[in-house]
Protein backbone atom coordinates (compact mmCIF):
# COMPACT_ATOMS: atom_id res chain seq x y z
CA UNK A 1 0.00 0.00 0.00
CA UNK A 2 1.10 3.36 -0.70
CA UNK A 3 2.35 5.53 1.55
CA UNK A 4 1.68 9.38 1.30
CA UNK A 5 2.51 10.49 4.42
CA UNK A 6 5.65 9.98 6.88
CA UNK A 7 5.89 11.48 10.54
CA UNK A 8 4.88 10.71 14.16
CA UNK A 9 2.23 11.46 16.59
CA UNK A 10 2.22 11.33 20.19
CA UNK A 11 0.50 11.14 23.21
CA UNK A 12 1.40 12.88 26.35
CA UNK A 13 5.40 11.36 26.40
CA UNK A 14 4.46 8.75 23.86
CA UNK A 15 6.28 8.93 20.56
CA UNK A 16 4.98 7.21 17.56
CA UNK A 17 6.65 7.35 13.98
CA UNK A 18 3.88 6.41 11.46
CA UNK A 19 2.78 6.27 7.59
CA UNK A 20 -0.02 7.10 6.21
CA UNK A 21 -1.86 5.02 3.44
CA UNK A 22 -5.01 6.44 1.99
CA UNK A 23 -7.76 4.06 3.02
CA UNK A 24 -10.66 4.90 0.41
CA UNK A 25 -10.22 4.82 -3.53
CA UNK A 26 -12.28 7.32 -6.10
CA UNK A 27 -13.86 4.68 -8.84
CA UNK A 28 -15.91 7.13 -10.65
CA UNK A 29 -15.64 6.32 -14.32
CA UNK A 30 -13.49 8.90 -16.21
CA UNK A 31 -14.82 9.84 -19.25
CA UNK A 32 -13.28 11.50 -21.91
CA UNK A 33 -14.48 14.85 -24.29
CA UNK A 34 -13.78 14.33 -27.81
CA UNK A 35 -14.42 16.44 -31.06
CA UNK A 36 -17.28 15.08 -32.17
CA UNK A 37 -16.13 15.66 -35.75
CA UNK A 38 -13.04 13.83 -35.66
CA UNK A 39 -13.41 12.10 -32.28
CA UNK A 40 -10.04 13.36 -31.33
CA UNK A 41 -9.13 14.11 -27.29
CA UNK A 42 -10.11 18.26 -26.65
CA UNK A 43 -7.25 19.58 -24.82
CA UNK A 44 -7.40 22.21 -22.23
CA UNK A 45 -4.82 25.13 -22.29
CA UNK A 46 -3.75 27.69 -19.85
CA UNK A 47 -4.55 30.66 -21.67
CA UNK A 48 -3.82 34.25 -19.94
CA UNK A 49 -6.95 36.46 -19.44
CA UNK A 50 -5.10 38.98 -21.25
CA UNK A 51 -1.79 38.51 -23.07
CA UNK A 52 -4.52 35.84 -24.90
CA UNK A 53 -1.33 33.66 -24.77
CA UNK A 54 -0.78 30.16 -23.73
CA UNK A 55 0.93 29.98 -20.18
CA UNK A 56 3.96 27.63 -19.34
CA UNK A 57 4.20 25.86 -15.79
CA UNK A 58 7.02 27.91 -15.03
CA UNK A 59 5.60 31.22 -15.94
CA UNK A 60 2.59 30.72 -13.23
CA UNK A 61 2.72 32.00 -9.59
CA UNK A 62 -0.07 31.43 -7.12
CA UNK A 63 -1.41 34.87 -5.38
CA UNK A 64 -4.49 35.46 -3.02
CA UNK A 65 -6.87 37.58 -4.33
CA UNK A 66 -7.62 40.20 -1.05
CA UNK A 67 -10.14 42.17 -3.29
CA UNK A 68 -11.72 42.20 -6.73
CA UNK A 69 -8.75 42.45 -9.34
CA UNK A 70 -6.06 43.12 -6.38
CA UNK A 71 -3.39 40.20 -5.76
CA UNK A 72 -0.96 39.01 -3.08
CA UNK A 73 1.63 37.39 -4.77
CA UNK A 74 3.18 33.87 -3.05
CA UNK A 75 6.20 32.67 -3.71
CA UNK A 76 7.12 29.01 -3.58
CA UNK A 77 9.77 29.80 -1.89
CA UNK A 78 7.50 31.11 1.25
CA UNK A 79 4.85 28.40 0.93
CA UNK A 80 7.83 25.73 0.58
CA UNK A 81 9.44 26.78 3.93
CA UNK A 82 6.17 27.36 5.77
CA UNK A 83 4.67 24.12 4.86
CA UNK A 84 8.20 22.43 5.83
CA UNK A 85 8.11 24.13 8.89
CA UNK A 86 4.70 22.82 9.84
CA UNK A 87 4.56 19.01 8.09
CA UNK A 88 7.99 18.47 10.12
CA UNK A 89 6.38 18.84 13.46
CA UNK A 90 5.01 16.05 15.29
CA UNK A 91 1.45 15.06 15.45
CA UNK A 92 0.18 15.71 18.95
CA UNK A 93 -3.16 14.21 20.24
CA UNK A 94 -4.56 17.45 22.38
CA UNK A 95 -7.90 15.84 23.42
CA UNK A 96 -9.58 12.27 24.05
CA UNK A 97 -13.03 12.16 22.89
CA UNK A 98 -16.04 9.75 22.38
CA UNK A 99 -16.62 9.77 18.71
CA UNK A 100 -20.47 10.00 19.27
CA UNK A 101 -19.86 13.88 20.08
CA UNK A 102 -18.56 14.21 16.53
CA UNK A 103 -21.62 14.83 14.09
CA UNK A 104 -20.37 13.23 10.61
CA UNK A 105 -20.89 15.98 8.95
CA UNK A 106 -17.28 16.95 10.26
CA UNK A 107 -15.52 13.97 8.69
CA UNK A 108 -13.26 14.34 5.79
CA UNK A 109 -11.29 11.40 4.25
CA UNK A 110 -10.20 8.90 6.08
CA UNK A 111 -5.95 7.00 5.61
CA UNK A 112 -4.90 3.96 7.65
CA UNK A 113 -1.80 4.07 9.89
CA UNK A 114 0.66 1.67 10.22
CA UNK A 115 3.85 2.18 12.14
CA UNK A 116 7.16 3.17 10.85
CA UNK A 117 10.77 1.62 12.57
CA UNK A 118 10.58 1.27 15.86
CA UNK A 119 7.05 1.93 16.68
CA UNK A 120 5.23 -1.42 16.88
CA UNK A 121 4.85 -1.10 20.18
CA UNK A 122 3.81 2.02 20.91
CA UNK A 123 1.47 2.09 18.13
CA UNK A 124 -0.41 -0.99 19.93
CA UNK A 125 -0.12 0.70 23.10
CA UNK A 126 -2.08 3.44 21.69
CA UNK A 127 -4.56 1.01 19.68
CA UNK A 128 -5.76 -1.01 22.81
CA UNK A 129 -5.98 1.72 24.99
CA UNK A 130 -8.37 3.88 22.53
CA UNK A 131 -10.61 0.13 22.23
CA UNK A 132 -10.24 0.16 26.35
CA UNK A 133 -11.52 3.47 26.66
CA UNK A 134 -14.08 3.49 23.66
CA UNK A 135 -12.23 7.17 23.16
CA UNK A 136 -11.03 8.73 19.70
CA UNK A 137 -7.98 10.97 20.15
CA UNK A 138 -8.00 14.50 18.32
CA UNK A 139 -4.71 15.96 16.77
CA UNK A 140 -3.35 18.50 14.30
CA UNK A 141 -2.10 17.69 10.98
CA UNK A 142 -0.74 19.34 7.94
CA UNK A 143 -1.34 17.66 4.83
CA UNK A 144 -0.80 18.50 1.27
CA UNK A 145 -0.27 22.65 2.74
CA UNK A 146 -3.09 22.53 5.04
CA UNK A 147 -3.72 21.85 8.47
CA UNK A 148 -6.53 20.04 9.34
CA UNK A 149 -8.04 18.66 12.38
CA UNK A 150 -8.13 14.47 12.81
CA UNK A 151 -9.88 11.81 14.95
CA UNK A 152 -7.32 9.02 15.36
CA UNK A 153 -9.72 5.50 15.95
CA UNK A 154 -9.60 2.12 15.72
CA UNK A 155 -10.74 0.39 12.74
CA UNK A 156 -10.51 -3.31 12.45
CA UNK A 157 -7.42 -3.68 14.51
CA UNK A 158 -5.60 -0.94 12.72
CA UNK A 159 -5.31 2.78 13.83
CA UNK A 160 -7.03 5.17 11.25
CA UNK A 161 -7.00 8.57 11.01
CA UNK A 162 -10.08 10.93 9.71
CA UNK A 163 -9.69 14.36 8.48
CA UNK A 164 -12.32 16.65 10.09
CA UNK A 165 -13.55 20.10 8.51
CA UNK A 166 -12.94 23.22 11.08
CA UNK A 167 -16.04 24.49 12.71
CA UNK A 168 -15.93 27.66 10.49
CA UNK A 169 -15.95 25.37 7.33
CA UNK A 170 -18.85 23.81 8.13
CA UNK A 171 -22.20 26.08 6.51
CA UNK A 172 -24.97 26.85 9.35
CA UNK A 173 -27.88 25.03 8.70
CA UNK A 174 -30.13 27.55 9.80
CA UNK A 175 -29.07 29.42 6.14
CA UNK A 176 -30.74 26.20 4.37
CA UNK A 177 -34.16 27.98 2.68
CA UNK A 178 -37.53 26.75 3.16
CA UNK A 179 -36.86 24.27 5.95
CA UNK A 180 -40.31 24.23 8.38
CA UNK A 181 -39.75 25.81 11.67
CA UNK A 182 -42.21 23.39 13.06
CA UNK A 183 -43.79 19.89 12.47
CA UNK A 184 -47.42 19.97 11.15
CA UNK A 185 -47.67 15.86 11.35
CA UNK A 186 -50.55 13.88 13.04
CA UNK A 187 -49.83 11.18 15.51
CA UNK A 188 -51.11 8.76 12.89
CA UNK A 189 -49.11 9.96 10.39
CA UNK A 190 -46.17 9.67 12.64
CA UNK A 191 -46.82 6.24 13.39
CA UNK A 192 -46.71 4.91 10.48
CA UNK A 193 -43.61 6.28 9.65
CA UNK A 194 -42.22 5.04 12.56
CA UNK A 195 -43.35 1.34 12.00
CA UNK A 196 -42.52 1.87 8.49
CA UNK A 197 -38.50 2.67 9.69
CA UNK A 198 -38.92 -0.17 12.42
CA UNK A 199 -39.61 -2.70 9.72
CA UNK A 200 -36.83 -1.33 7.39
CA UNK A 201 -34.32 -1.16 10.07
CA UNK A 202 -31.47 -3.70 9.96
CA UNK A 203 -27.59 -4.39 10.73
CA UNK A 204 -25.55 -2.53 8.76
CA UNK A 205 -24.09 -4.46 6.12
CA UNK A 206 -21.50 -2.68 4.20
CA UNK A 207 -21.25 -5.37 1.23
CA UNK A 208 -24.92 -5.20 0.45
CA UNK A 209 -24.76 -1.57 -0.93
CA UNK A 210 -23.71 -1.26 -4.71
CA UNK A 211 -22.83 1.15 -6.54
CA UNK A 212 -25.45 0.19 -9.38
CA UNK A 213 -24.83 3.12 -11.94
CA UNK A 214 -21.43 2.43 -11.50
CA UNK A 215 -21.86 -1.23 -12.55
CA UNK A 216 -24.61 -0.50 -15.46
CA UNK A 217 -22.05 1.96 -17.02
CA UNK A 218 -19.12 -0.24 -17.12
CA UNK A 219 -21.80 -2.83 -18.65
CA UNK A 220 -22.89 -0.52 -21.19
CA UNK A 221 -19.27 0.22 -22.33
CA UNK A 222 -18.32 -3.54 -22.17
CA UNK A 223 -21.42 -3.71 -24.77
CA UNK A 224 -20.80 -1.47 -27.15
CA UNK A 225 -17.21 -2.21 -27.12
CA UNK A 226 -17.95 -6.00 -27.76
CA UNK A 227 -20.29 -4.70 -30.92
CA UNK A 228 -17.42 -2.67 -32.26
CA UNK A 229 -19.03 0.05 -31.44
CA UNK A 230 -15.92 1.99 -30.84
CA UNK A 231 -14.12 5.07 -32.52
CA UNK A 232 -10.68 6.14 -33.73
CA UNK A 233 -9.25 9.68 -34.10
CA UNK A 234 -8.73 11.09 -37.19
CA UNK A 235 -5.01 11.20 -37.95
CA UNK A 236 -3.48 14.66 -38.26
CA UNK A 237 -2.43 15.86 -41.55
CA UNK A 238 1.07 16.38 -41.89
CA UNK A 239 2.63 18.24 -44.39
CA UNK A 240 4.11 17.45 -47.69
CA UNK A 241 7.70 17.37 -47.54
CA UNK A 242 7.52 18.74 -50.80
CA UNK A 243 5.63 21.97 -48.87
CA UNK A 244 7.70 21.59 -45.91
CA UNK A 245 11.00 21.83 -47.94
CA UNK A 246 9.50 24.91 -50.42
CA UNK A 247 8.75 26.61 -47.46
CA UNK A 248 11.54 26.41 -45.00
CA UNK A 249 13.79 27.38 -48.66
CA UNK A 250 11.71 30.60 -49.21
CA UNK A 251 11.67 31.15 -45.34
CA UNK A 252 15.32 31.01 -45.67
CA UNK A 253 16.03 33.03 -48.54
CA UNK A 254 13.59 35.94 -46.99
CA UNK A 255 15.61 35.92 -43.70
CA UNK A 256 18.76 36.01 -45.56
CA UNK A 257 18.52 39.22 -47.99
CA UNK A 258 19.20 42.49 -47.57
CA UNK A 259 16.23 45.10 -46.79
CA UNK A 260 17.60 47.29 -49.78
CA UNK A 261 18.47 44.10 -52.02
CA UNK A 262 15.67 44.20 -55.45
CA UNK A 263 14.33 41.00 -56.73
CA UNK A 264 16.31 39.77 -59.60
CA UNK A 265 13.05 40.63 -61.52
CA UNK A 266 13.25 44.54 -60.26
CA UNK A 267 17.02 44.19 -61.61
CA UNK A 268 16.21 43.30 -64.75
CA UNK A 269 13.85 46.00 -65.11
CA UNK A 270 15.78 48.48 -63.46
CA UNK A 271 18.51 47.80 -66.56
CA UNK A 272 16.00 47.18 -69.31
CA UNK A 273 14.95 50.51 -68.45
CA UNK A 274 18.32 52.80 -68.36
CA UNK A 275 19.45 50.90 -71.44
CA UNK A 276 16.28 52.65 -73.29
CA UNK A 277 16.87 55.66 -71.99
CA UNK A 278 20.25 56.20 -73.19
CA UNK A 279 19.18 55.33 -76.93
CA UNK A 280 16.62 57.87 -76.42
CA UNK A 281 19.47 61.02 -75.37
CA UNK A 282 21.90 58.99 -78.29
CA UNK A 283 19.13 59.03 -80.90
Keep these: MHTMWKGSISFGLVNIPIKLHTATEDKDIKLRTLHNKCHAPIKYEK ?44 VEIIDFVKIEQIDPIYFDRSYYMSPNEGGGKAYSLLRKALQETGKVGLAKIVIRSKEQMAVIRVYENTLVMETIHYPDEVRNASDVPSVPSDDKVTKKELDTAIMLIDQLTTDFTPEKYTDEYRTSLLELIESKRMEKETVTPAAKEAPTNVTDLMAALQASIDRTRPENAATPKKKAAASKKKTVSRVKKEA
Excluded at 78 to 86: A, I, S, V
Design 47 to 90: ICSVCEEEVKPEDIVKAYEYTKGKFVVLDHDDLEKLRKENEDKA
